[in-house]
């Protein structure tokens, strides 16, 4: 905000006086806070500090110890400089004695060899520093401003780095209490140069107070929290060889990291910062919105190397859609992701694996796991899978099949699709139970006395690749093969590709439009039908009967209807489709279709 020694001999009313600098050239660079003219020896005691003194020595001491007495003074006292003009107490030059002492103590001794009005010089300077403060205050209500705008909106955290770091114009880092980086912004530095080995390097930066500049590593930081409750630094590298930050630097950091900290307050039901982050490269990688080189960069200053590792998405899914309904609220999904995604983040912990963990949709988790060794695949696989069991407490019981009793009901069959008295289709047994009257009943978490317990969740990975660009093919193939091991009757540790069979297939498939128009050929006039019927719902007849292997007796129990009233269905379908559905190779067709549908359907 102040001039310095070297700015204010620049001026014109100095360079009119012809200075000469002899002594204390190492204090060029002090700043200038005030001009203040002196013509008694006597005068330190009345200086604050931070003043350029001049004079034109008639009132000095004459003798040279008290010459260098004077100059002892004012150094002490931290004036920035002496200013003597020639020609009423010293002509050819001030005495040596005095320049000798300047030099000791690095203070600027300057000469003017030309008279000079004093005046001219104080109102240059003064002007100078008054300007330099309306820069600072203009500065500083910029300041304000920005970040009060930043903090109504609820800016993310990025977007708050970033503009401290426009404003300022250094690079600011924001990190966690364990030294990991969280966000970042380079001012138009190298990212490279500025995280390479941060953890090590901020571990060296400890400066004295909540906020305070470190000059050994040119570090200016300030806390991060509220309510007592610190969790993270933010950081604003101002140049060691540079003078001490201005207080519009000490405002503007301190600002930024209120607003991080009133954002996080605002957010606290949302995911952490460190979830974010993940989320954020997650779907990066996903959605190819970021270079994988800034996603690498960025994973490995939050301590997820990706470079040179084996890298295996996996994706965690619950089998079923929320068993709570609608019934418990617009809050109980999101709830439910959370909880699962806690878990899967405890699970890589527990399993000792290094992944970038979080939400990839309203339905799944995902993570990508870092492998140093390809050979490691199955044996981190299984370890996570047996992780992820232990931490989960919630698995689905599965019913046996109950009898038919005397008016036709019947329970789910085989663990596979159940039917209503209308043709409704049940989930499977992996989901909701049906019971007499056609309705969904939840399953319950633990152990049930009906019968065995498989988990409520579904772990799928795609296939290892070597690089990260290669990530998205892993990710996006576990989310698929997630998705078609839904409804898929095993309990295994870990879904693979082979393992989805056909309806695995088909799901990868589901986006083809050929698969669709083989659908709409061999199911289009039912489905049209069944649009016009509501009541009727054929489709879950054809689906009763081909999932019971076409025994008309077992299909007509799986739908609560009588034989004869089921044989009519089937009789009238045939007649839509002008299919025979006593044919093995138009059944395989239509059952074909129908799981395509199912992959089709899903979101």
Known sequence: ????????????????????????????????????????????????????????????????????????????????????????????????????AAERRGMPLVELRRATPFVRITEAVHALIVDAQLTELRATEEIHQRFTELSVEGAEPAEVLRQAAELAGCPVVLENLSRQVLAYDPAGESAELLLDGWEQHSRRIRPAGRTAYDPDSGWLVTTVGARGQDWGRLLLRWPATEAVPPTRLTILIERAASTLALGRLIRRDAEGLERQIHRTLLTALIDHSRPVDEVALRAKALGVTLDRRHLVGVVVRHRGDDPAGDAAGPEAGPAR??????????????????????????????????????????????????????????????????????????????????????????????????????????????????GPVRPAVVVAAGSGVGSLREARRSLVEARQIAEAARRDPRDLPCFRLPHVGLAGLLHLLRDEPRLQ????????????????????????????????????????????????????????????????????EQCLSLHVALLALDAVRTP
């Open 1 to 100: 905000m102040f001039p310095t020694v070297r700015e204010v001999l620049a001026l014109v009313p100095v360079r009119h006086g012809a200075p000469r600098l002899v002594a204390g050239e190492a204090g060029l660079d002090r700043p200038v806070r005030w001009v203040h003219v002196a013509e008694v020896p006597d005068i330190a005691t009345l200086l604050g500090g931070g003043e350029l003194v001049l004079t034109t020595g008639i009132g000095l001491p004459a003798d040279d110890a008290g010459l260098r007495a004077f100059i002892g003074d004012l150094a002490d006292v931290g004036v920035s400089g002496l200013v003597v003009e020639l020609g009423r107490r010293y002509v050819g030059g001030v005495p040596r004695s005095m320049a000798a």
């Open 337 to 450: 992701l959370r909880d699962l995604a806690e878990a899967v983040g405890q699970a890589v912990r527990e399993a000792k694996l290094t992944a970038l963990t979080s939400a990839v949709d309203d339905q799944a988790v995902g993570a990508l796991l870092a492998l140093p060794d390809p050979a490691d695949e199955e044996r981190a696989l299984a370890a996570f899978a047996a992780a992820l069991r232990r931490v989960r407490l919630d698995a689905v019981p599965v019913r046996p099949s109950r009898p038919v009793d005397g008016a036709g009901r019947g329970g789910p069959a085989g663990g596979a699709r159940s039917v209503d008295g209308a043709g409704r289709g049940g989930p499977a047994g992996g989901g909701r139970s049906a019971d007499g009257a056609g309705r969904g009943a939840p399953a319950g978490g633990g152990r049930s006395a009906d």
């Open 517 to 584: 128009t083989f659908v709409e050929r061999e199911l289009g006039a039912l489905l049209a039908y069944d649009a016009q019927h509501p009541r009727e719902q054929l489709l879950g007849t054809l689906r009763a009967y081909l999932e019971q292997g076409r025994n008309k007796s077992a299909a007509a129990s799986a739908a609560h209807l009588s034989r004869p009233a089921f044989y009519e269905r089937l009789a009238r379908i045939g007649r839509i489709l002008g299919a025979d559905l006593d044919s093995v």
